[in-house]
């Protein structure tokens, strides 16, 4: 049965949990980041201007943006019920037309065009000039939609503000509810600073326990300080990093439910988020802080390096996974610089080894998963190719396998005599490591490992009792005569 009223439906944040002008500011800035300027000078000129040259500027992917599949479902039934659907949007015309061939549902197509910014009252002129009032039912999403939806026959609702849907409500016209599905936006924000990766900056402690410093209040605050203010840098960079990588974030099986990859978050507040985390680590750490320059510079060279590596270095193989390791020996440094201890020889090395180890993992879990799924080629925004899946394996095993090395070296080194009673001792931590690091890469291998092996530790039960017990025959050593 045919039904008499068009059914009018919004774009962003109804149709998508996102939205396009954020999307192609968000790549344009991304690759083009020293034309900011530019932004200011198109929206200057009109919003309706800005959301044009930004359409023809920055390309984006229509399949992977986040549908609402609720919604999506509902109106490929109403189709296939002799439904005229028409999508009206704020959007550009260049970039709804492609929405709309993408979904090939869609009867007709309204959006922003070089004269007007098809929006609130505006879009409402349109439909009502289109269709007259109470022609048309509407499909939308947010305040803006109030003018739109008192036109209306129906409106349908798609948002989880009580607000909103009260106040459509009080039209008379309330029609369907479809609930966003989206958690609160510090829930949101707080699960896209990654929290859980914090414990990767317990690194930070090592030097602390390295150099016995942990019997010293101002050492240990220092230390706590340290992994504060590092732990804010790295929310920082992980949120900028996700914008840069949203959309090959949306290709990817676990990473597609990140909070700006599925549209949770929105790219807008992530662009106010990442500066404002950096800030506040800086303001920490320098001028309210108690840390020193080297540890500043060492926050520095932190930061640049994981913005390098997210822009450029994780495209180039081998590079990539040296980068990663360098990250995480720089945590090791900034503990040292943070509490004004000499950087050991032995700590710098050992830990480079262990970590492009883990590196390796990281980057050979990504290829195991292409390459049981069939994918040939590199990998979407890697410099690998499943085929390298072997070399990958042998690199970094042997990786591992050095760390081992220099820690039975350090056991013999004769300023770890002068720090140990019986170190000895310390000579059981070798296997122990061989046994943690050969079990990591046969799990790997076996294809059961996490795509971020750091996870993968914190999760696993075996993993803690190791740690454990690498750092109680460390004590034994200290102690025991």
Known sequence: MVVSHPLVVDLDGTLIKTDLLAETANR???????????????????????????????????????????????????????????LATASHRLLADQVAAYLNFFDEVLATDSTTNLKADAKRDA?????????????????????????????????????????????????????????????????????????????????????????????????LLAFFVFGLTASSVYLLNDMVDVEDDRNHARKRNRPLASGNLSLFHGWIAWPALLVLALTLAGPIGVLSKSFMASMGVYFALTVAYSLRLKQVPIVDVLTLAMLYTMRVIAGAAAIAVPLSFWLLLFSMFIFLSLAFIKR????????????????RGRGYDPQDLELVSSLGGSAGYAAVLVLALYIQDTQTVKLYATPVIIWLACPLLLFWISRAWLIAHRGQMHDDPIVFALKDRLSWAIVSLFGALFVLAKVVQ
């Open 28 to 86: 344009f800035l991304i690759e083009n980041p020293f034309l900011f300027f530019k932004l200011l000078v198109w929206l200057f000129m009109g919003k309706n201007v800005l959301k044009l040259r930004l359409a023809e500027a920055a390309s984006i992917d229509i399949a992977s943006l986040p549908y609402d599949e609720e919604l999506l479902t509902w109106l490929r039934i109403e189709k296939s019920q002799g439904r005229h659907i028409v």
């Open 127 to 223: 439909l009502v000039n289109r269709y007259g009032k109470g022609g048309y039912d509407y499909v939308g999403n947010d305040w803006s939609d109030i003018s739109v939806w008192q036109s209306a026959a129906k409106a349908h609702v798609v948002s989880n503000s009580t607000n909103l849907i009260e106040k459509v409500r009080s039209h008379g016209n309330l029609g369907l509810i479809m609930h966003a599905g989206k958690p609160p936006m510090a829930v949101a924000l707080l699960k896209a600073m990654r929290l859980h990766q914090w414990m990767k900056n317990l690194l930070i402690f090592i030097p602390l326990l390295a150099a016995h410093q942990y019997i010293y209040v101002t050492s240990i605050m220092q230390a």
């Open 364 to 379: 050979y879990s990504e290829l195991r998963t292409a390459r049981d799924a069939g994918k040939i080629g590199l990998l």
